[in-house]
């Protein structure tokens, strides 16, 4: 399949061999119609908000020329929204373009980063790519972090210490007094990473203070995106809030010109729209909120997820009757082999189409 190690031939160049052995990341399938619900890859289900679309159309007339490298105004606009200096912001393509930055900038051979298990896919591969260790902590029996079990893996080689909150796939969130304890024991010498992907559609009382974190502890760097609750997957851009020093490194590390101009255009331009961004991410919460009471009321036990999906813990049978079973409602989403399912929440009527698969959870596999 397309994503088995494949290596090249003799007398071909040759790829070093941490790459040769990289399991490669897996995107969610594409919808190959209309009528399929494209529910894998945490996107929003809504086409770009209207100013956006029409900042985006109006710069694509400028794309013989070079961006902005340095997206100051981008910057700048972040650094507002965030209440930081604009030399704390990074940015990159997409969240994930910024967290190879940091982690080239900060990791190589001999060093190690701690992460839970499962998460964000791209922790354990752009790692390794470093030459650093990957060192990833199970899950706690909520399908959250173990955060004590995460200081415990902690070791005078820890480079990084990446916290999802809330986490990619199981959609649980970090408390922020936990965390506060966990920031406050980790080393000084120890990056504490919180990536926030999804953390605008957290409930305004269980969001986590990981801003107020990045100003009280010099080791502290936030991670978020405008791919989810923003609507600009497609754009590729990130950002990282981070002390000066780690900041004016991740710059330096950063591919030249990696956030194109349409990219810094939709951006800025979203910021702007923050307002209809936060009502669109209101209503995925309380889609959630009801997805989630139903599923439980038909008798799976699902936990309490902050993001905008939400995530059924399976063995291989209970995953493989699921993927089944969506498959046949055309609907895509998403399986992790040993683990379970992951389904993004879209508008009421697609949400429904998920539900009538799984309206009986005694129809399947235990
Ligand atoms: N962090 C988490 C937790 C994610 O789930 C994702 C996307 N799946 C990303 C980062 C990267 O998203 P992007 O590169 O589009 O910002």
């Not at 919180?194 to 957290?202: G, H, L, Q, T």
């Not at 981070?242 to 255009?265: I, K, M, T």
């Not at 919460?285 to 989630?292: G, I, S």
């Not at 993927?323 to 379970?340: E, I, K, P, S, T």
Request: hydrophobic share 45%; glycine share 8%; charged share 25%.
């Amino acid at each position: 399949s397309s994503t088995s190690a494949r290596t090249t031939e003799p007398g071909e160049p040759a790829l070093r061999d941490v790459v040769s052995q990289l399991p490669g990341y897996v995107a969610g399938r594409r919808s190959s119609s209309d009528l399929t619900a494209a529910l894998a890859s945490n996107e929003s289900h809504e086409g770009p908000l209207p100013s956006v679309l029409e900042t985006v159309l109006q710069g694509a007339g400028r794309i013989n020329r070079y961006p902005d490298m340095a997206a100051t105004e981008l910057r700048e606009r972040i650094a507002a929204f965030v209440e930081a200096d604009a030399d704390e912001v990074a940015v990159g393509p997409g969240s994930v373009g910024v967290l190879q930055q940091i982690l080239a900038a900060t990791c190589g051979p001999g060093d190690e980063v701690v992460f839970a298990w499962r998460s964000f896919e791209a922790y354990p591969i752009l790692v390794s790519l470093t030459g650093a260790a990957p060192v990833p902590v199970p899950l706690g029996a909520d399908e959250g972090h173990d955060l004590e079990a995460m200081l415990d893996a902690v070791t005078e080689r820890t480079r990084v210490v990446v916290v999802c909150s809330p986490n990619n796939p199981t959609g649980v969130a970090v408390d922020h007094d936990a965390l506060a304890r966990f920031v406050a024991a980790v080393p000084p010498h120890v990056l504490v990473l919180i990536d926030e992907a999804y953390v605008e559609f957290v409930d305004e009382a269980d969001r986590l203070d990981a801003l107020g974190l990045f100003r009280a502890h010099r080791n502290v760097c936030v991670l978020r995106t405008f791919s989810k609750a923003y609507g600009l997957a497609g754009l590729r851009v990130g950002y990282a809030v981070a002390h000066r020093g780690l900041a004016e490194g991740l710059r330096r590390v950063a591919l030249p010109f990696g956030v194109n101009s349409l990219a810094q255009r939709a951006a800025i331009a979203s910021l702007d729209a923050a307002e209809e961004v936060r009502e669109r991410a209101a209503a995925v919460a309380r889609e959630r909120r009801r997805v989630t009471d139903a599923l439980r009321q038909a008798g799976w036990d699902v936990p309490q997820s902050q993001a905008n999906f939400v995530w059924l813990r399976a063995g291989d049978g209970l995953r493989s009757a699921l993927n089944d079973a969506f498959d046949r409602a055309d609907v895509l989403v998403r399986a992790y082999a040993g683990d379970g399912v992951r389904i993004t929440l879209a508008d009421p009527e697609t949400n429904d189409r998920v539900l009538a698969v799984l309206r009986d959870r005694s129809a399947f596999p235990s």
